[in-house]
């Protein structure tokens, strides 16, 4: 199984791209054009034969001219298309023909259309991005093949597969499912959802659940402090609490290290998670608004981001708070000075980048909560998250506990007295990992 590092290797070769037009001259100036720019180009001047090509070698573009003699440009990309899906295809067309253009869209699925005469920077930027989009869609799903081989092997060595990618994405599916079955778009419901996921997040040990809980509470406070009404209040500390929660599906390798640590490959796959998270999401419809909020969370005030480049007020408003939160904590967890020095630093940081990366309102709701930000407070909704040391008589349970093999060891609503703390303190010494046990507020005086 090929590793991250030749797909690193892969990714430097020149791209291979294949031009098919019936005049001559015009093959000669684009093969000029391209291996002026290092790219690896093939010609032909008859659809078949370039067809043929195709059956036997992959290339990442394909690039044909409209209106051509026994096979026009629409069918032969949509030949293209058959044989290899993923190719990006781009026509070239002399002709100002709407038609034909808009037939190319929708029966041969193609990426781009350019007008001939063409301009060189432009096209080669077209070209080349085409490129990317396929090189690193196939690196996508030769990492997800990797990953797949990882948890086999790691299931073939441990029974634990509590932290496997696979089961795990599908437990998250499985149950927000049947939270949306039971209950329709309720306040509680929503509750109960982040909790549960939060849960799933603090359990990860290359996941910092502090971060998640501090994210989602700045959200809160910044979102109160531009006086929005309290669904969007809610909606946004939600989206700070799940804001990592793609990361459940990657390879623990794209996130247990600092970002700046990632090769450029792996950074690209690693800010692919919000894209990820919604796919997780997607059937607890009851979060779409919070969804929508994790997956425009890199977008920057200036359009410059991703994964839209959306900018200023196209940027849903809780996306914009979940980005200054985000970045503020990241910041802040990074810095090695003083906790004060590191507040300080944190929010200059984020002052000095307003109007560049974020909304100027959102910067200013953020200073003016400033001095509430870091107020002592580990908890994901109505709940805390707690190991079994610090349990207490009178702590009520709020997600059932379960032992490694997934047998329910205490129900939801379990009163915990002195004799269950220890037997529960005996059970976990059987248990690979300690229990990360969900909690209401502590009782009796707790």
């Given at each position: ?31 000029r ?10 010609t ?18 394909v ?30 067309t ?33 070209i ?47 149950v ?28 990860n ?48 390798a ?6 700046n ?9 690693f800010?692919t ?61 990074n ?56 349990l207490?008589?009178g ?7 379960h ?22 303190k ?21």
């Amino acid at each position: 199984m090929q590793d991250i590092e030749t797909l690193k290797e892969r990714s430097q070769q020149p791209a291979k791209v294949l031009c098919v037009d019936d005049e001559v001259s015009v093959l000669r100036s684009l093969s000029r054009l391209l291996n002026h720019n290092k790219m690896e180009v093939v010609t032909f001047t008859c659809a078949e034969e370039a067809l043929n090509e195709l059956t036997n070698n992959a290339f990442e573009v394909v690039i044909s001219d409209m209106r051509m003699p026994k096979m026009d440009g629409i069918e032969f990309l949509s030949k293209v298309k058959e044989l290899n899906p993923d190719t990006q295809r781009i026509l070239l067309t002399g002709y100002a023909d709407i038609d034909n253009t808009i037939g190319a869209i929708n029966q041969a699925k193609i990426h781009a259309y350019l007008n001939k005469p063409w301009e060189n920077d432009h096209l080669v930027h077209v070209i080349a991005q085409a490129a990317e989009k396929y090189r690193l869609k196939k690196h996508n799903e030769q990492l997800q093949a990797h990953i797949i081989e990882q948890n086999k092997q790691l299931h073939d060595l441990n029974h634990s597969l509590e932290q496997l990618v696979e089961k795990r994405t599908k437990q998250i599916r499985q149950v927000l499912k049947q939270l949306e079955v039971s209950h329709k778009h309720e306040q509680s419901e929503h509750k109960a959802t982040v909790e549960l996921l939060y849960n799933f997040i603090n359990a990860n040990p290359y996941i910092d659940g502090k971060l998640a809980s501090n994210i989602g509470r700045t959200c809160r406070l910044v979102a109160k402090q531009l006086q929005l009404p309290n669904t969007i209040v809610q909606t946004a500390g939600m989206a700070g609490f799940l804001a990592q929660v793609g990361l459940l599906a990657m390879d623990p390798a794209l996130y247990k290290v600092p970002t700046n640590q990632l090769t450029d490959q792996q950074k690209k796959l690693f800010y692919t998670h919000p894209a990820t998270a919604q796919l997780m999401l997607m059937p607890a419809q009851h979060l779409n608004d919070v969804t929508e909020a994790i997956y425009h969370q890199f977008e920057k005030y200036n359009g410059e981001g991703i994964p839209k480049g959306l900018k200023k007020d196209q940027i849903p408003i809780c996306a914009q708070i979940l980005t200054v939160a985000r970045d503020y904590w990241q910041y802040f967890t990074n810095n090695q000075k003083s906790e004060e020095e590191r507040q300080l630093d944190a929010l200059s940081h984020i002052k000095a980048f307003s109007e560049h990366l974020y909304h100027p309102k959102v910067v200013n709701a953020l200073e003016k909560c400033a001095s509430q930000l870091h107020k002592k407070q580990d908890k994901a909704g109505s709940m805390q998250i707690i190991t079994s040391e610090q349990l207490q008589p009178g702590m009520t349970l709020g997600l059932a506990v379960h032992n490694h093999q997934g047998i329910m060891l205490l129900p939801k609503g379990h009163v915990f007295t002195a004799t269950s703390i220890a037997k529960l303190k005996q059970l976990e010494q059987q248990k690979p990992t300690p229990f990360r046990l969900m909690v209401n507020h502590a009782v009796n005086g707790a």
